[in-house]
C-alpha cells in the first residue's frame, strides 16, 4: 500500500518547481492532490496532467493564497471534490519579488513580500486546519534565508522565511494537542526558476562549489522530504524546520 493512500492533500503553489514537485510526489504516494496556482495556469494545467497520466488523482484550482476569499474558495473545491475532511496542506506559495536593499524598499514592498510568504501561510493554514482530523500533517516552505538572513538584497525575504520557521514552531504547539504535526523545510540552493530569475549564475557556481555534496539541490529531493514529513514515517515529529541544503549551511 502506498504511504498516503486515502488522504487528501492541498498544495499550495503547487504548480511549478518544487511546489509541482511535491504535488506529483504527494499523488504517486496515493493522496489525492488539490493542485493550487495563481497566475500560470499553463503550469498548472502541466502538472495536473502529469499525475494524471502517471495514474493519480487530483483537481486544479486558482486561487491567489493572500486573499481571503480565494483562499476559502480553494479550501471549498477541494471538499467539494474529495469530500470534507483534509489530511495534509503544503504551502509552498512564496517568492522573493524583487533583491531591494533597505534603502530601495519601501513599505509596500515590504509588506508585498510578507503577504506572499507569511500572510499566505497563515491564510491557508487558518483555513484548512478545521477539516483536518487526528493524524494530519502540515508542511511549510521557508528557506535557509530564513536562518541566515539571505544574500544581497534578500532582508524582506529572509525576515518573512524566518516568520514561517516561528509559525511552524508555533501551530506546532497550539496543534499538536490535536494530533496534527507541522513542520517546515528549510531549502538552500535549489534548481528552480527562482534562482533562475534572482541569482547570478556565478553565484550560484560558487555556492554549489562550497556545499559538501559539491552541487545544487534539485526540487524532487525538497519533495521527498516533504513526502516523508507528512507521511506516518514522522509520527513524532513536529514543530521540526529541516534543513534541506547539501550540508551548506548546519542549524
Not at 183 to 207: Q, W, Y
Not at 209 to 225: I, N
Request: net charge neutral; hydrophobic share 45%; charged share 20%.
Amino acid at each position: 500500500m502506498k504511504k498516503l493512500e486515502g488522504k487528501i492533500a492541498i498544495v499550495t503553489g503547487g504548480s511549478r518547481d518544487i511546489g509541482r514537485a511535491v504535488s506529483e510526489r504527494l499523488a504517486e504516494e496515493g493522496a489525492r492532490v488539490v493542485v493550487n496556482y495563481c497566475n500560470n495556469k499553463t503550469d498548472g494545467e502541466a502538472t495536473l496532467a502529469a499525475i494524471m497520466a502517471a495514474g493519480g488523482s487530483a483537481i486544479l484550482v486558482k486561487a491567489d493564497l493572500t486573499v481571503v476569499a480565494d483562499v476559502e474558495r480553494l479550501v471549498a473545491e477541494s471538499r467539494k471534490a474529495f469530500g470534507e475532511q483534509i489530511d495534509i496542506l503544503v504551502n509552498v506559495t512564496g517568492g522573493m519579488i524583487a533583491r531591494k536593499t533597505l534603502a530601495e524598499m519601501d513599505l509596500d514592498f515590504f509588506n508585498q513580500v510578507m503577504a506572499l510568504n507569511t500572510t499566505s501561510t497563515f491564510l491557508a493554514t487558518k483555513a484548512v486546519v478545521p477539516y483536518m482530523p487526528a493524524g494530519s500533517a502540515i508542511v511549510n516552505l521557508a528557506s535557509q534565508a530564513g536562518r541566515d538572513g539571505g544574500g544581497p538584497g534578500a532582508a524582506a525575504y529572509s525576515t518573512s522565511k524566518g516568520a514561517v520557521m516561528s509559525f511552524t514552531r508555533a501551530m506546532a504547539k497550539e496543534l499538536g494537542p490535536r494530533g496534527i504535526r507541522v513542520n517546515s523545510l528549510c531549502p538552500g540552493m535549489i534548481a528552480t526558476s527562482f534562482h533562475d530569475r534572482f541569482t547570478k549564475d556565478a553565484v550560484r557556481e560558487n555556492v554549489a562549489a562550497s556545499t559538501p555534496l559539491r552541487r545544487q539541490g534539485a526540487a524532487l529531493e525538497v519533495a521527498a522530504a516533504a513526502a516523508y514529513l507528512v507521511s506516518e514515517d514522522a509520527s513524532f515529529l513536529t514543530g521540526t524546520n529541516l534543513d534541506v541544503n547539501g550540508g551548506l549551511y548546519f542549524s
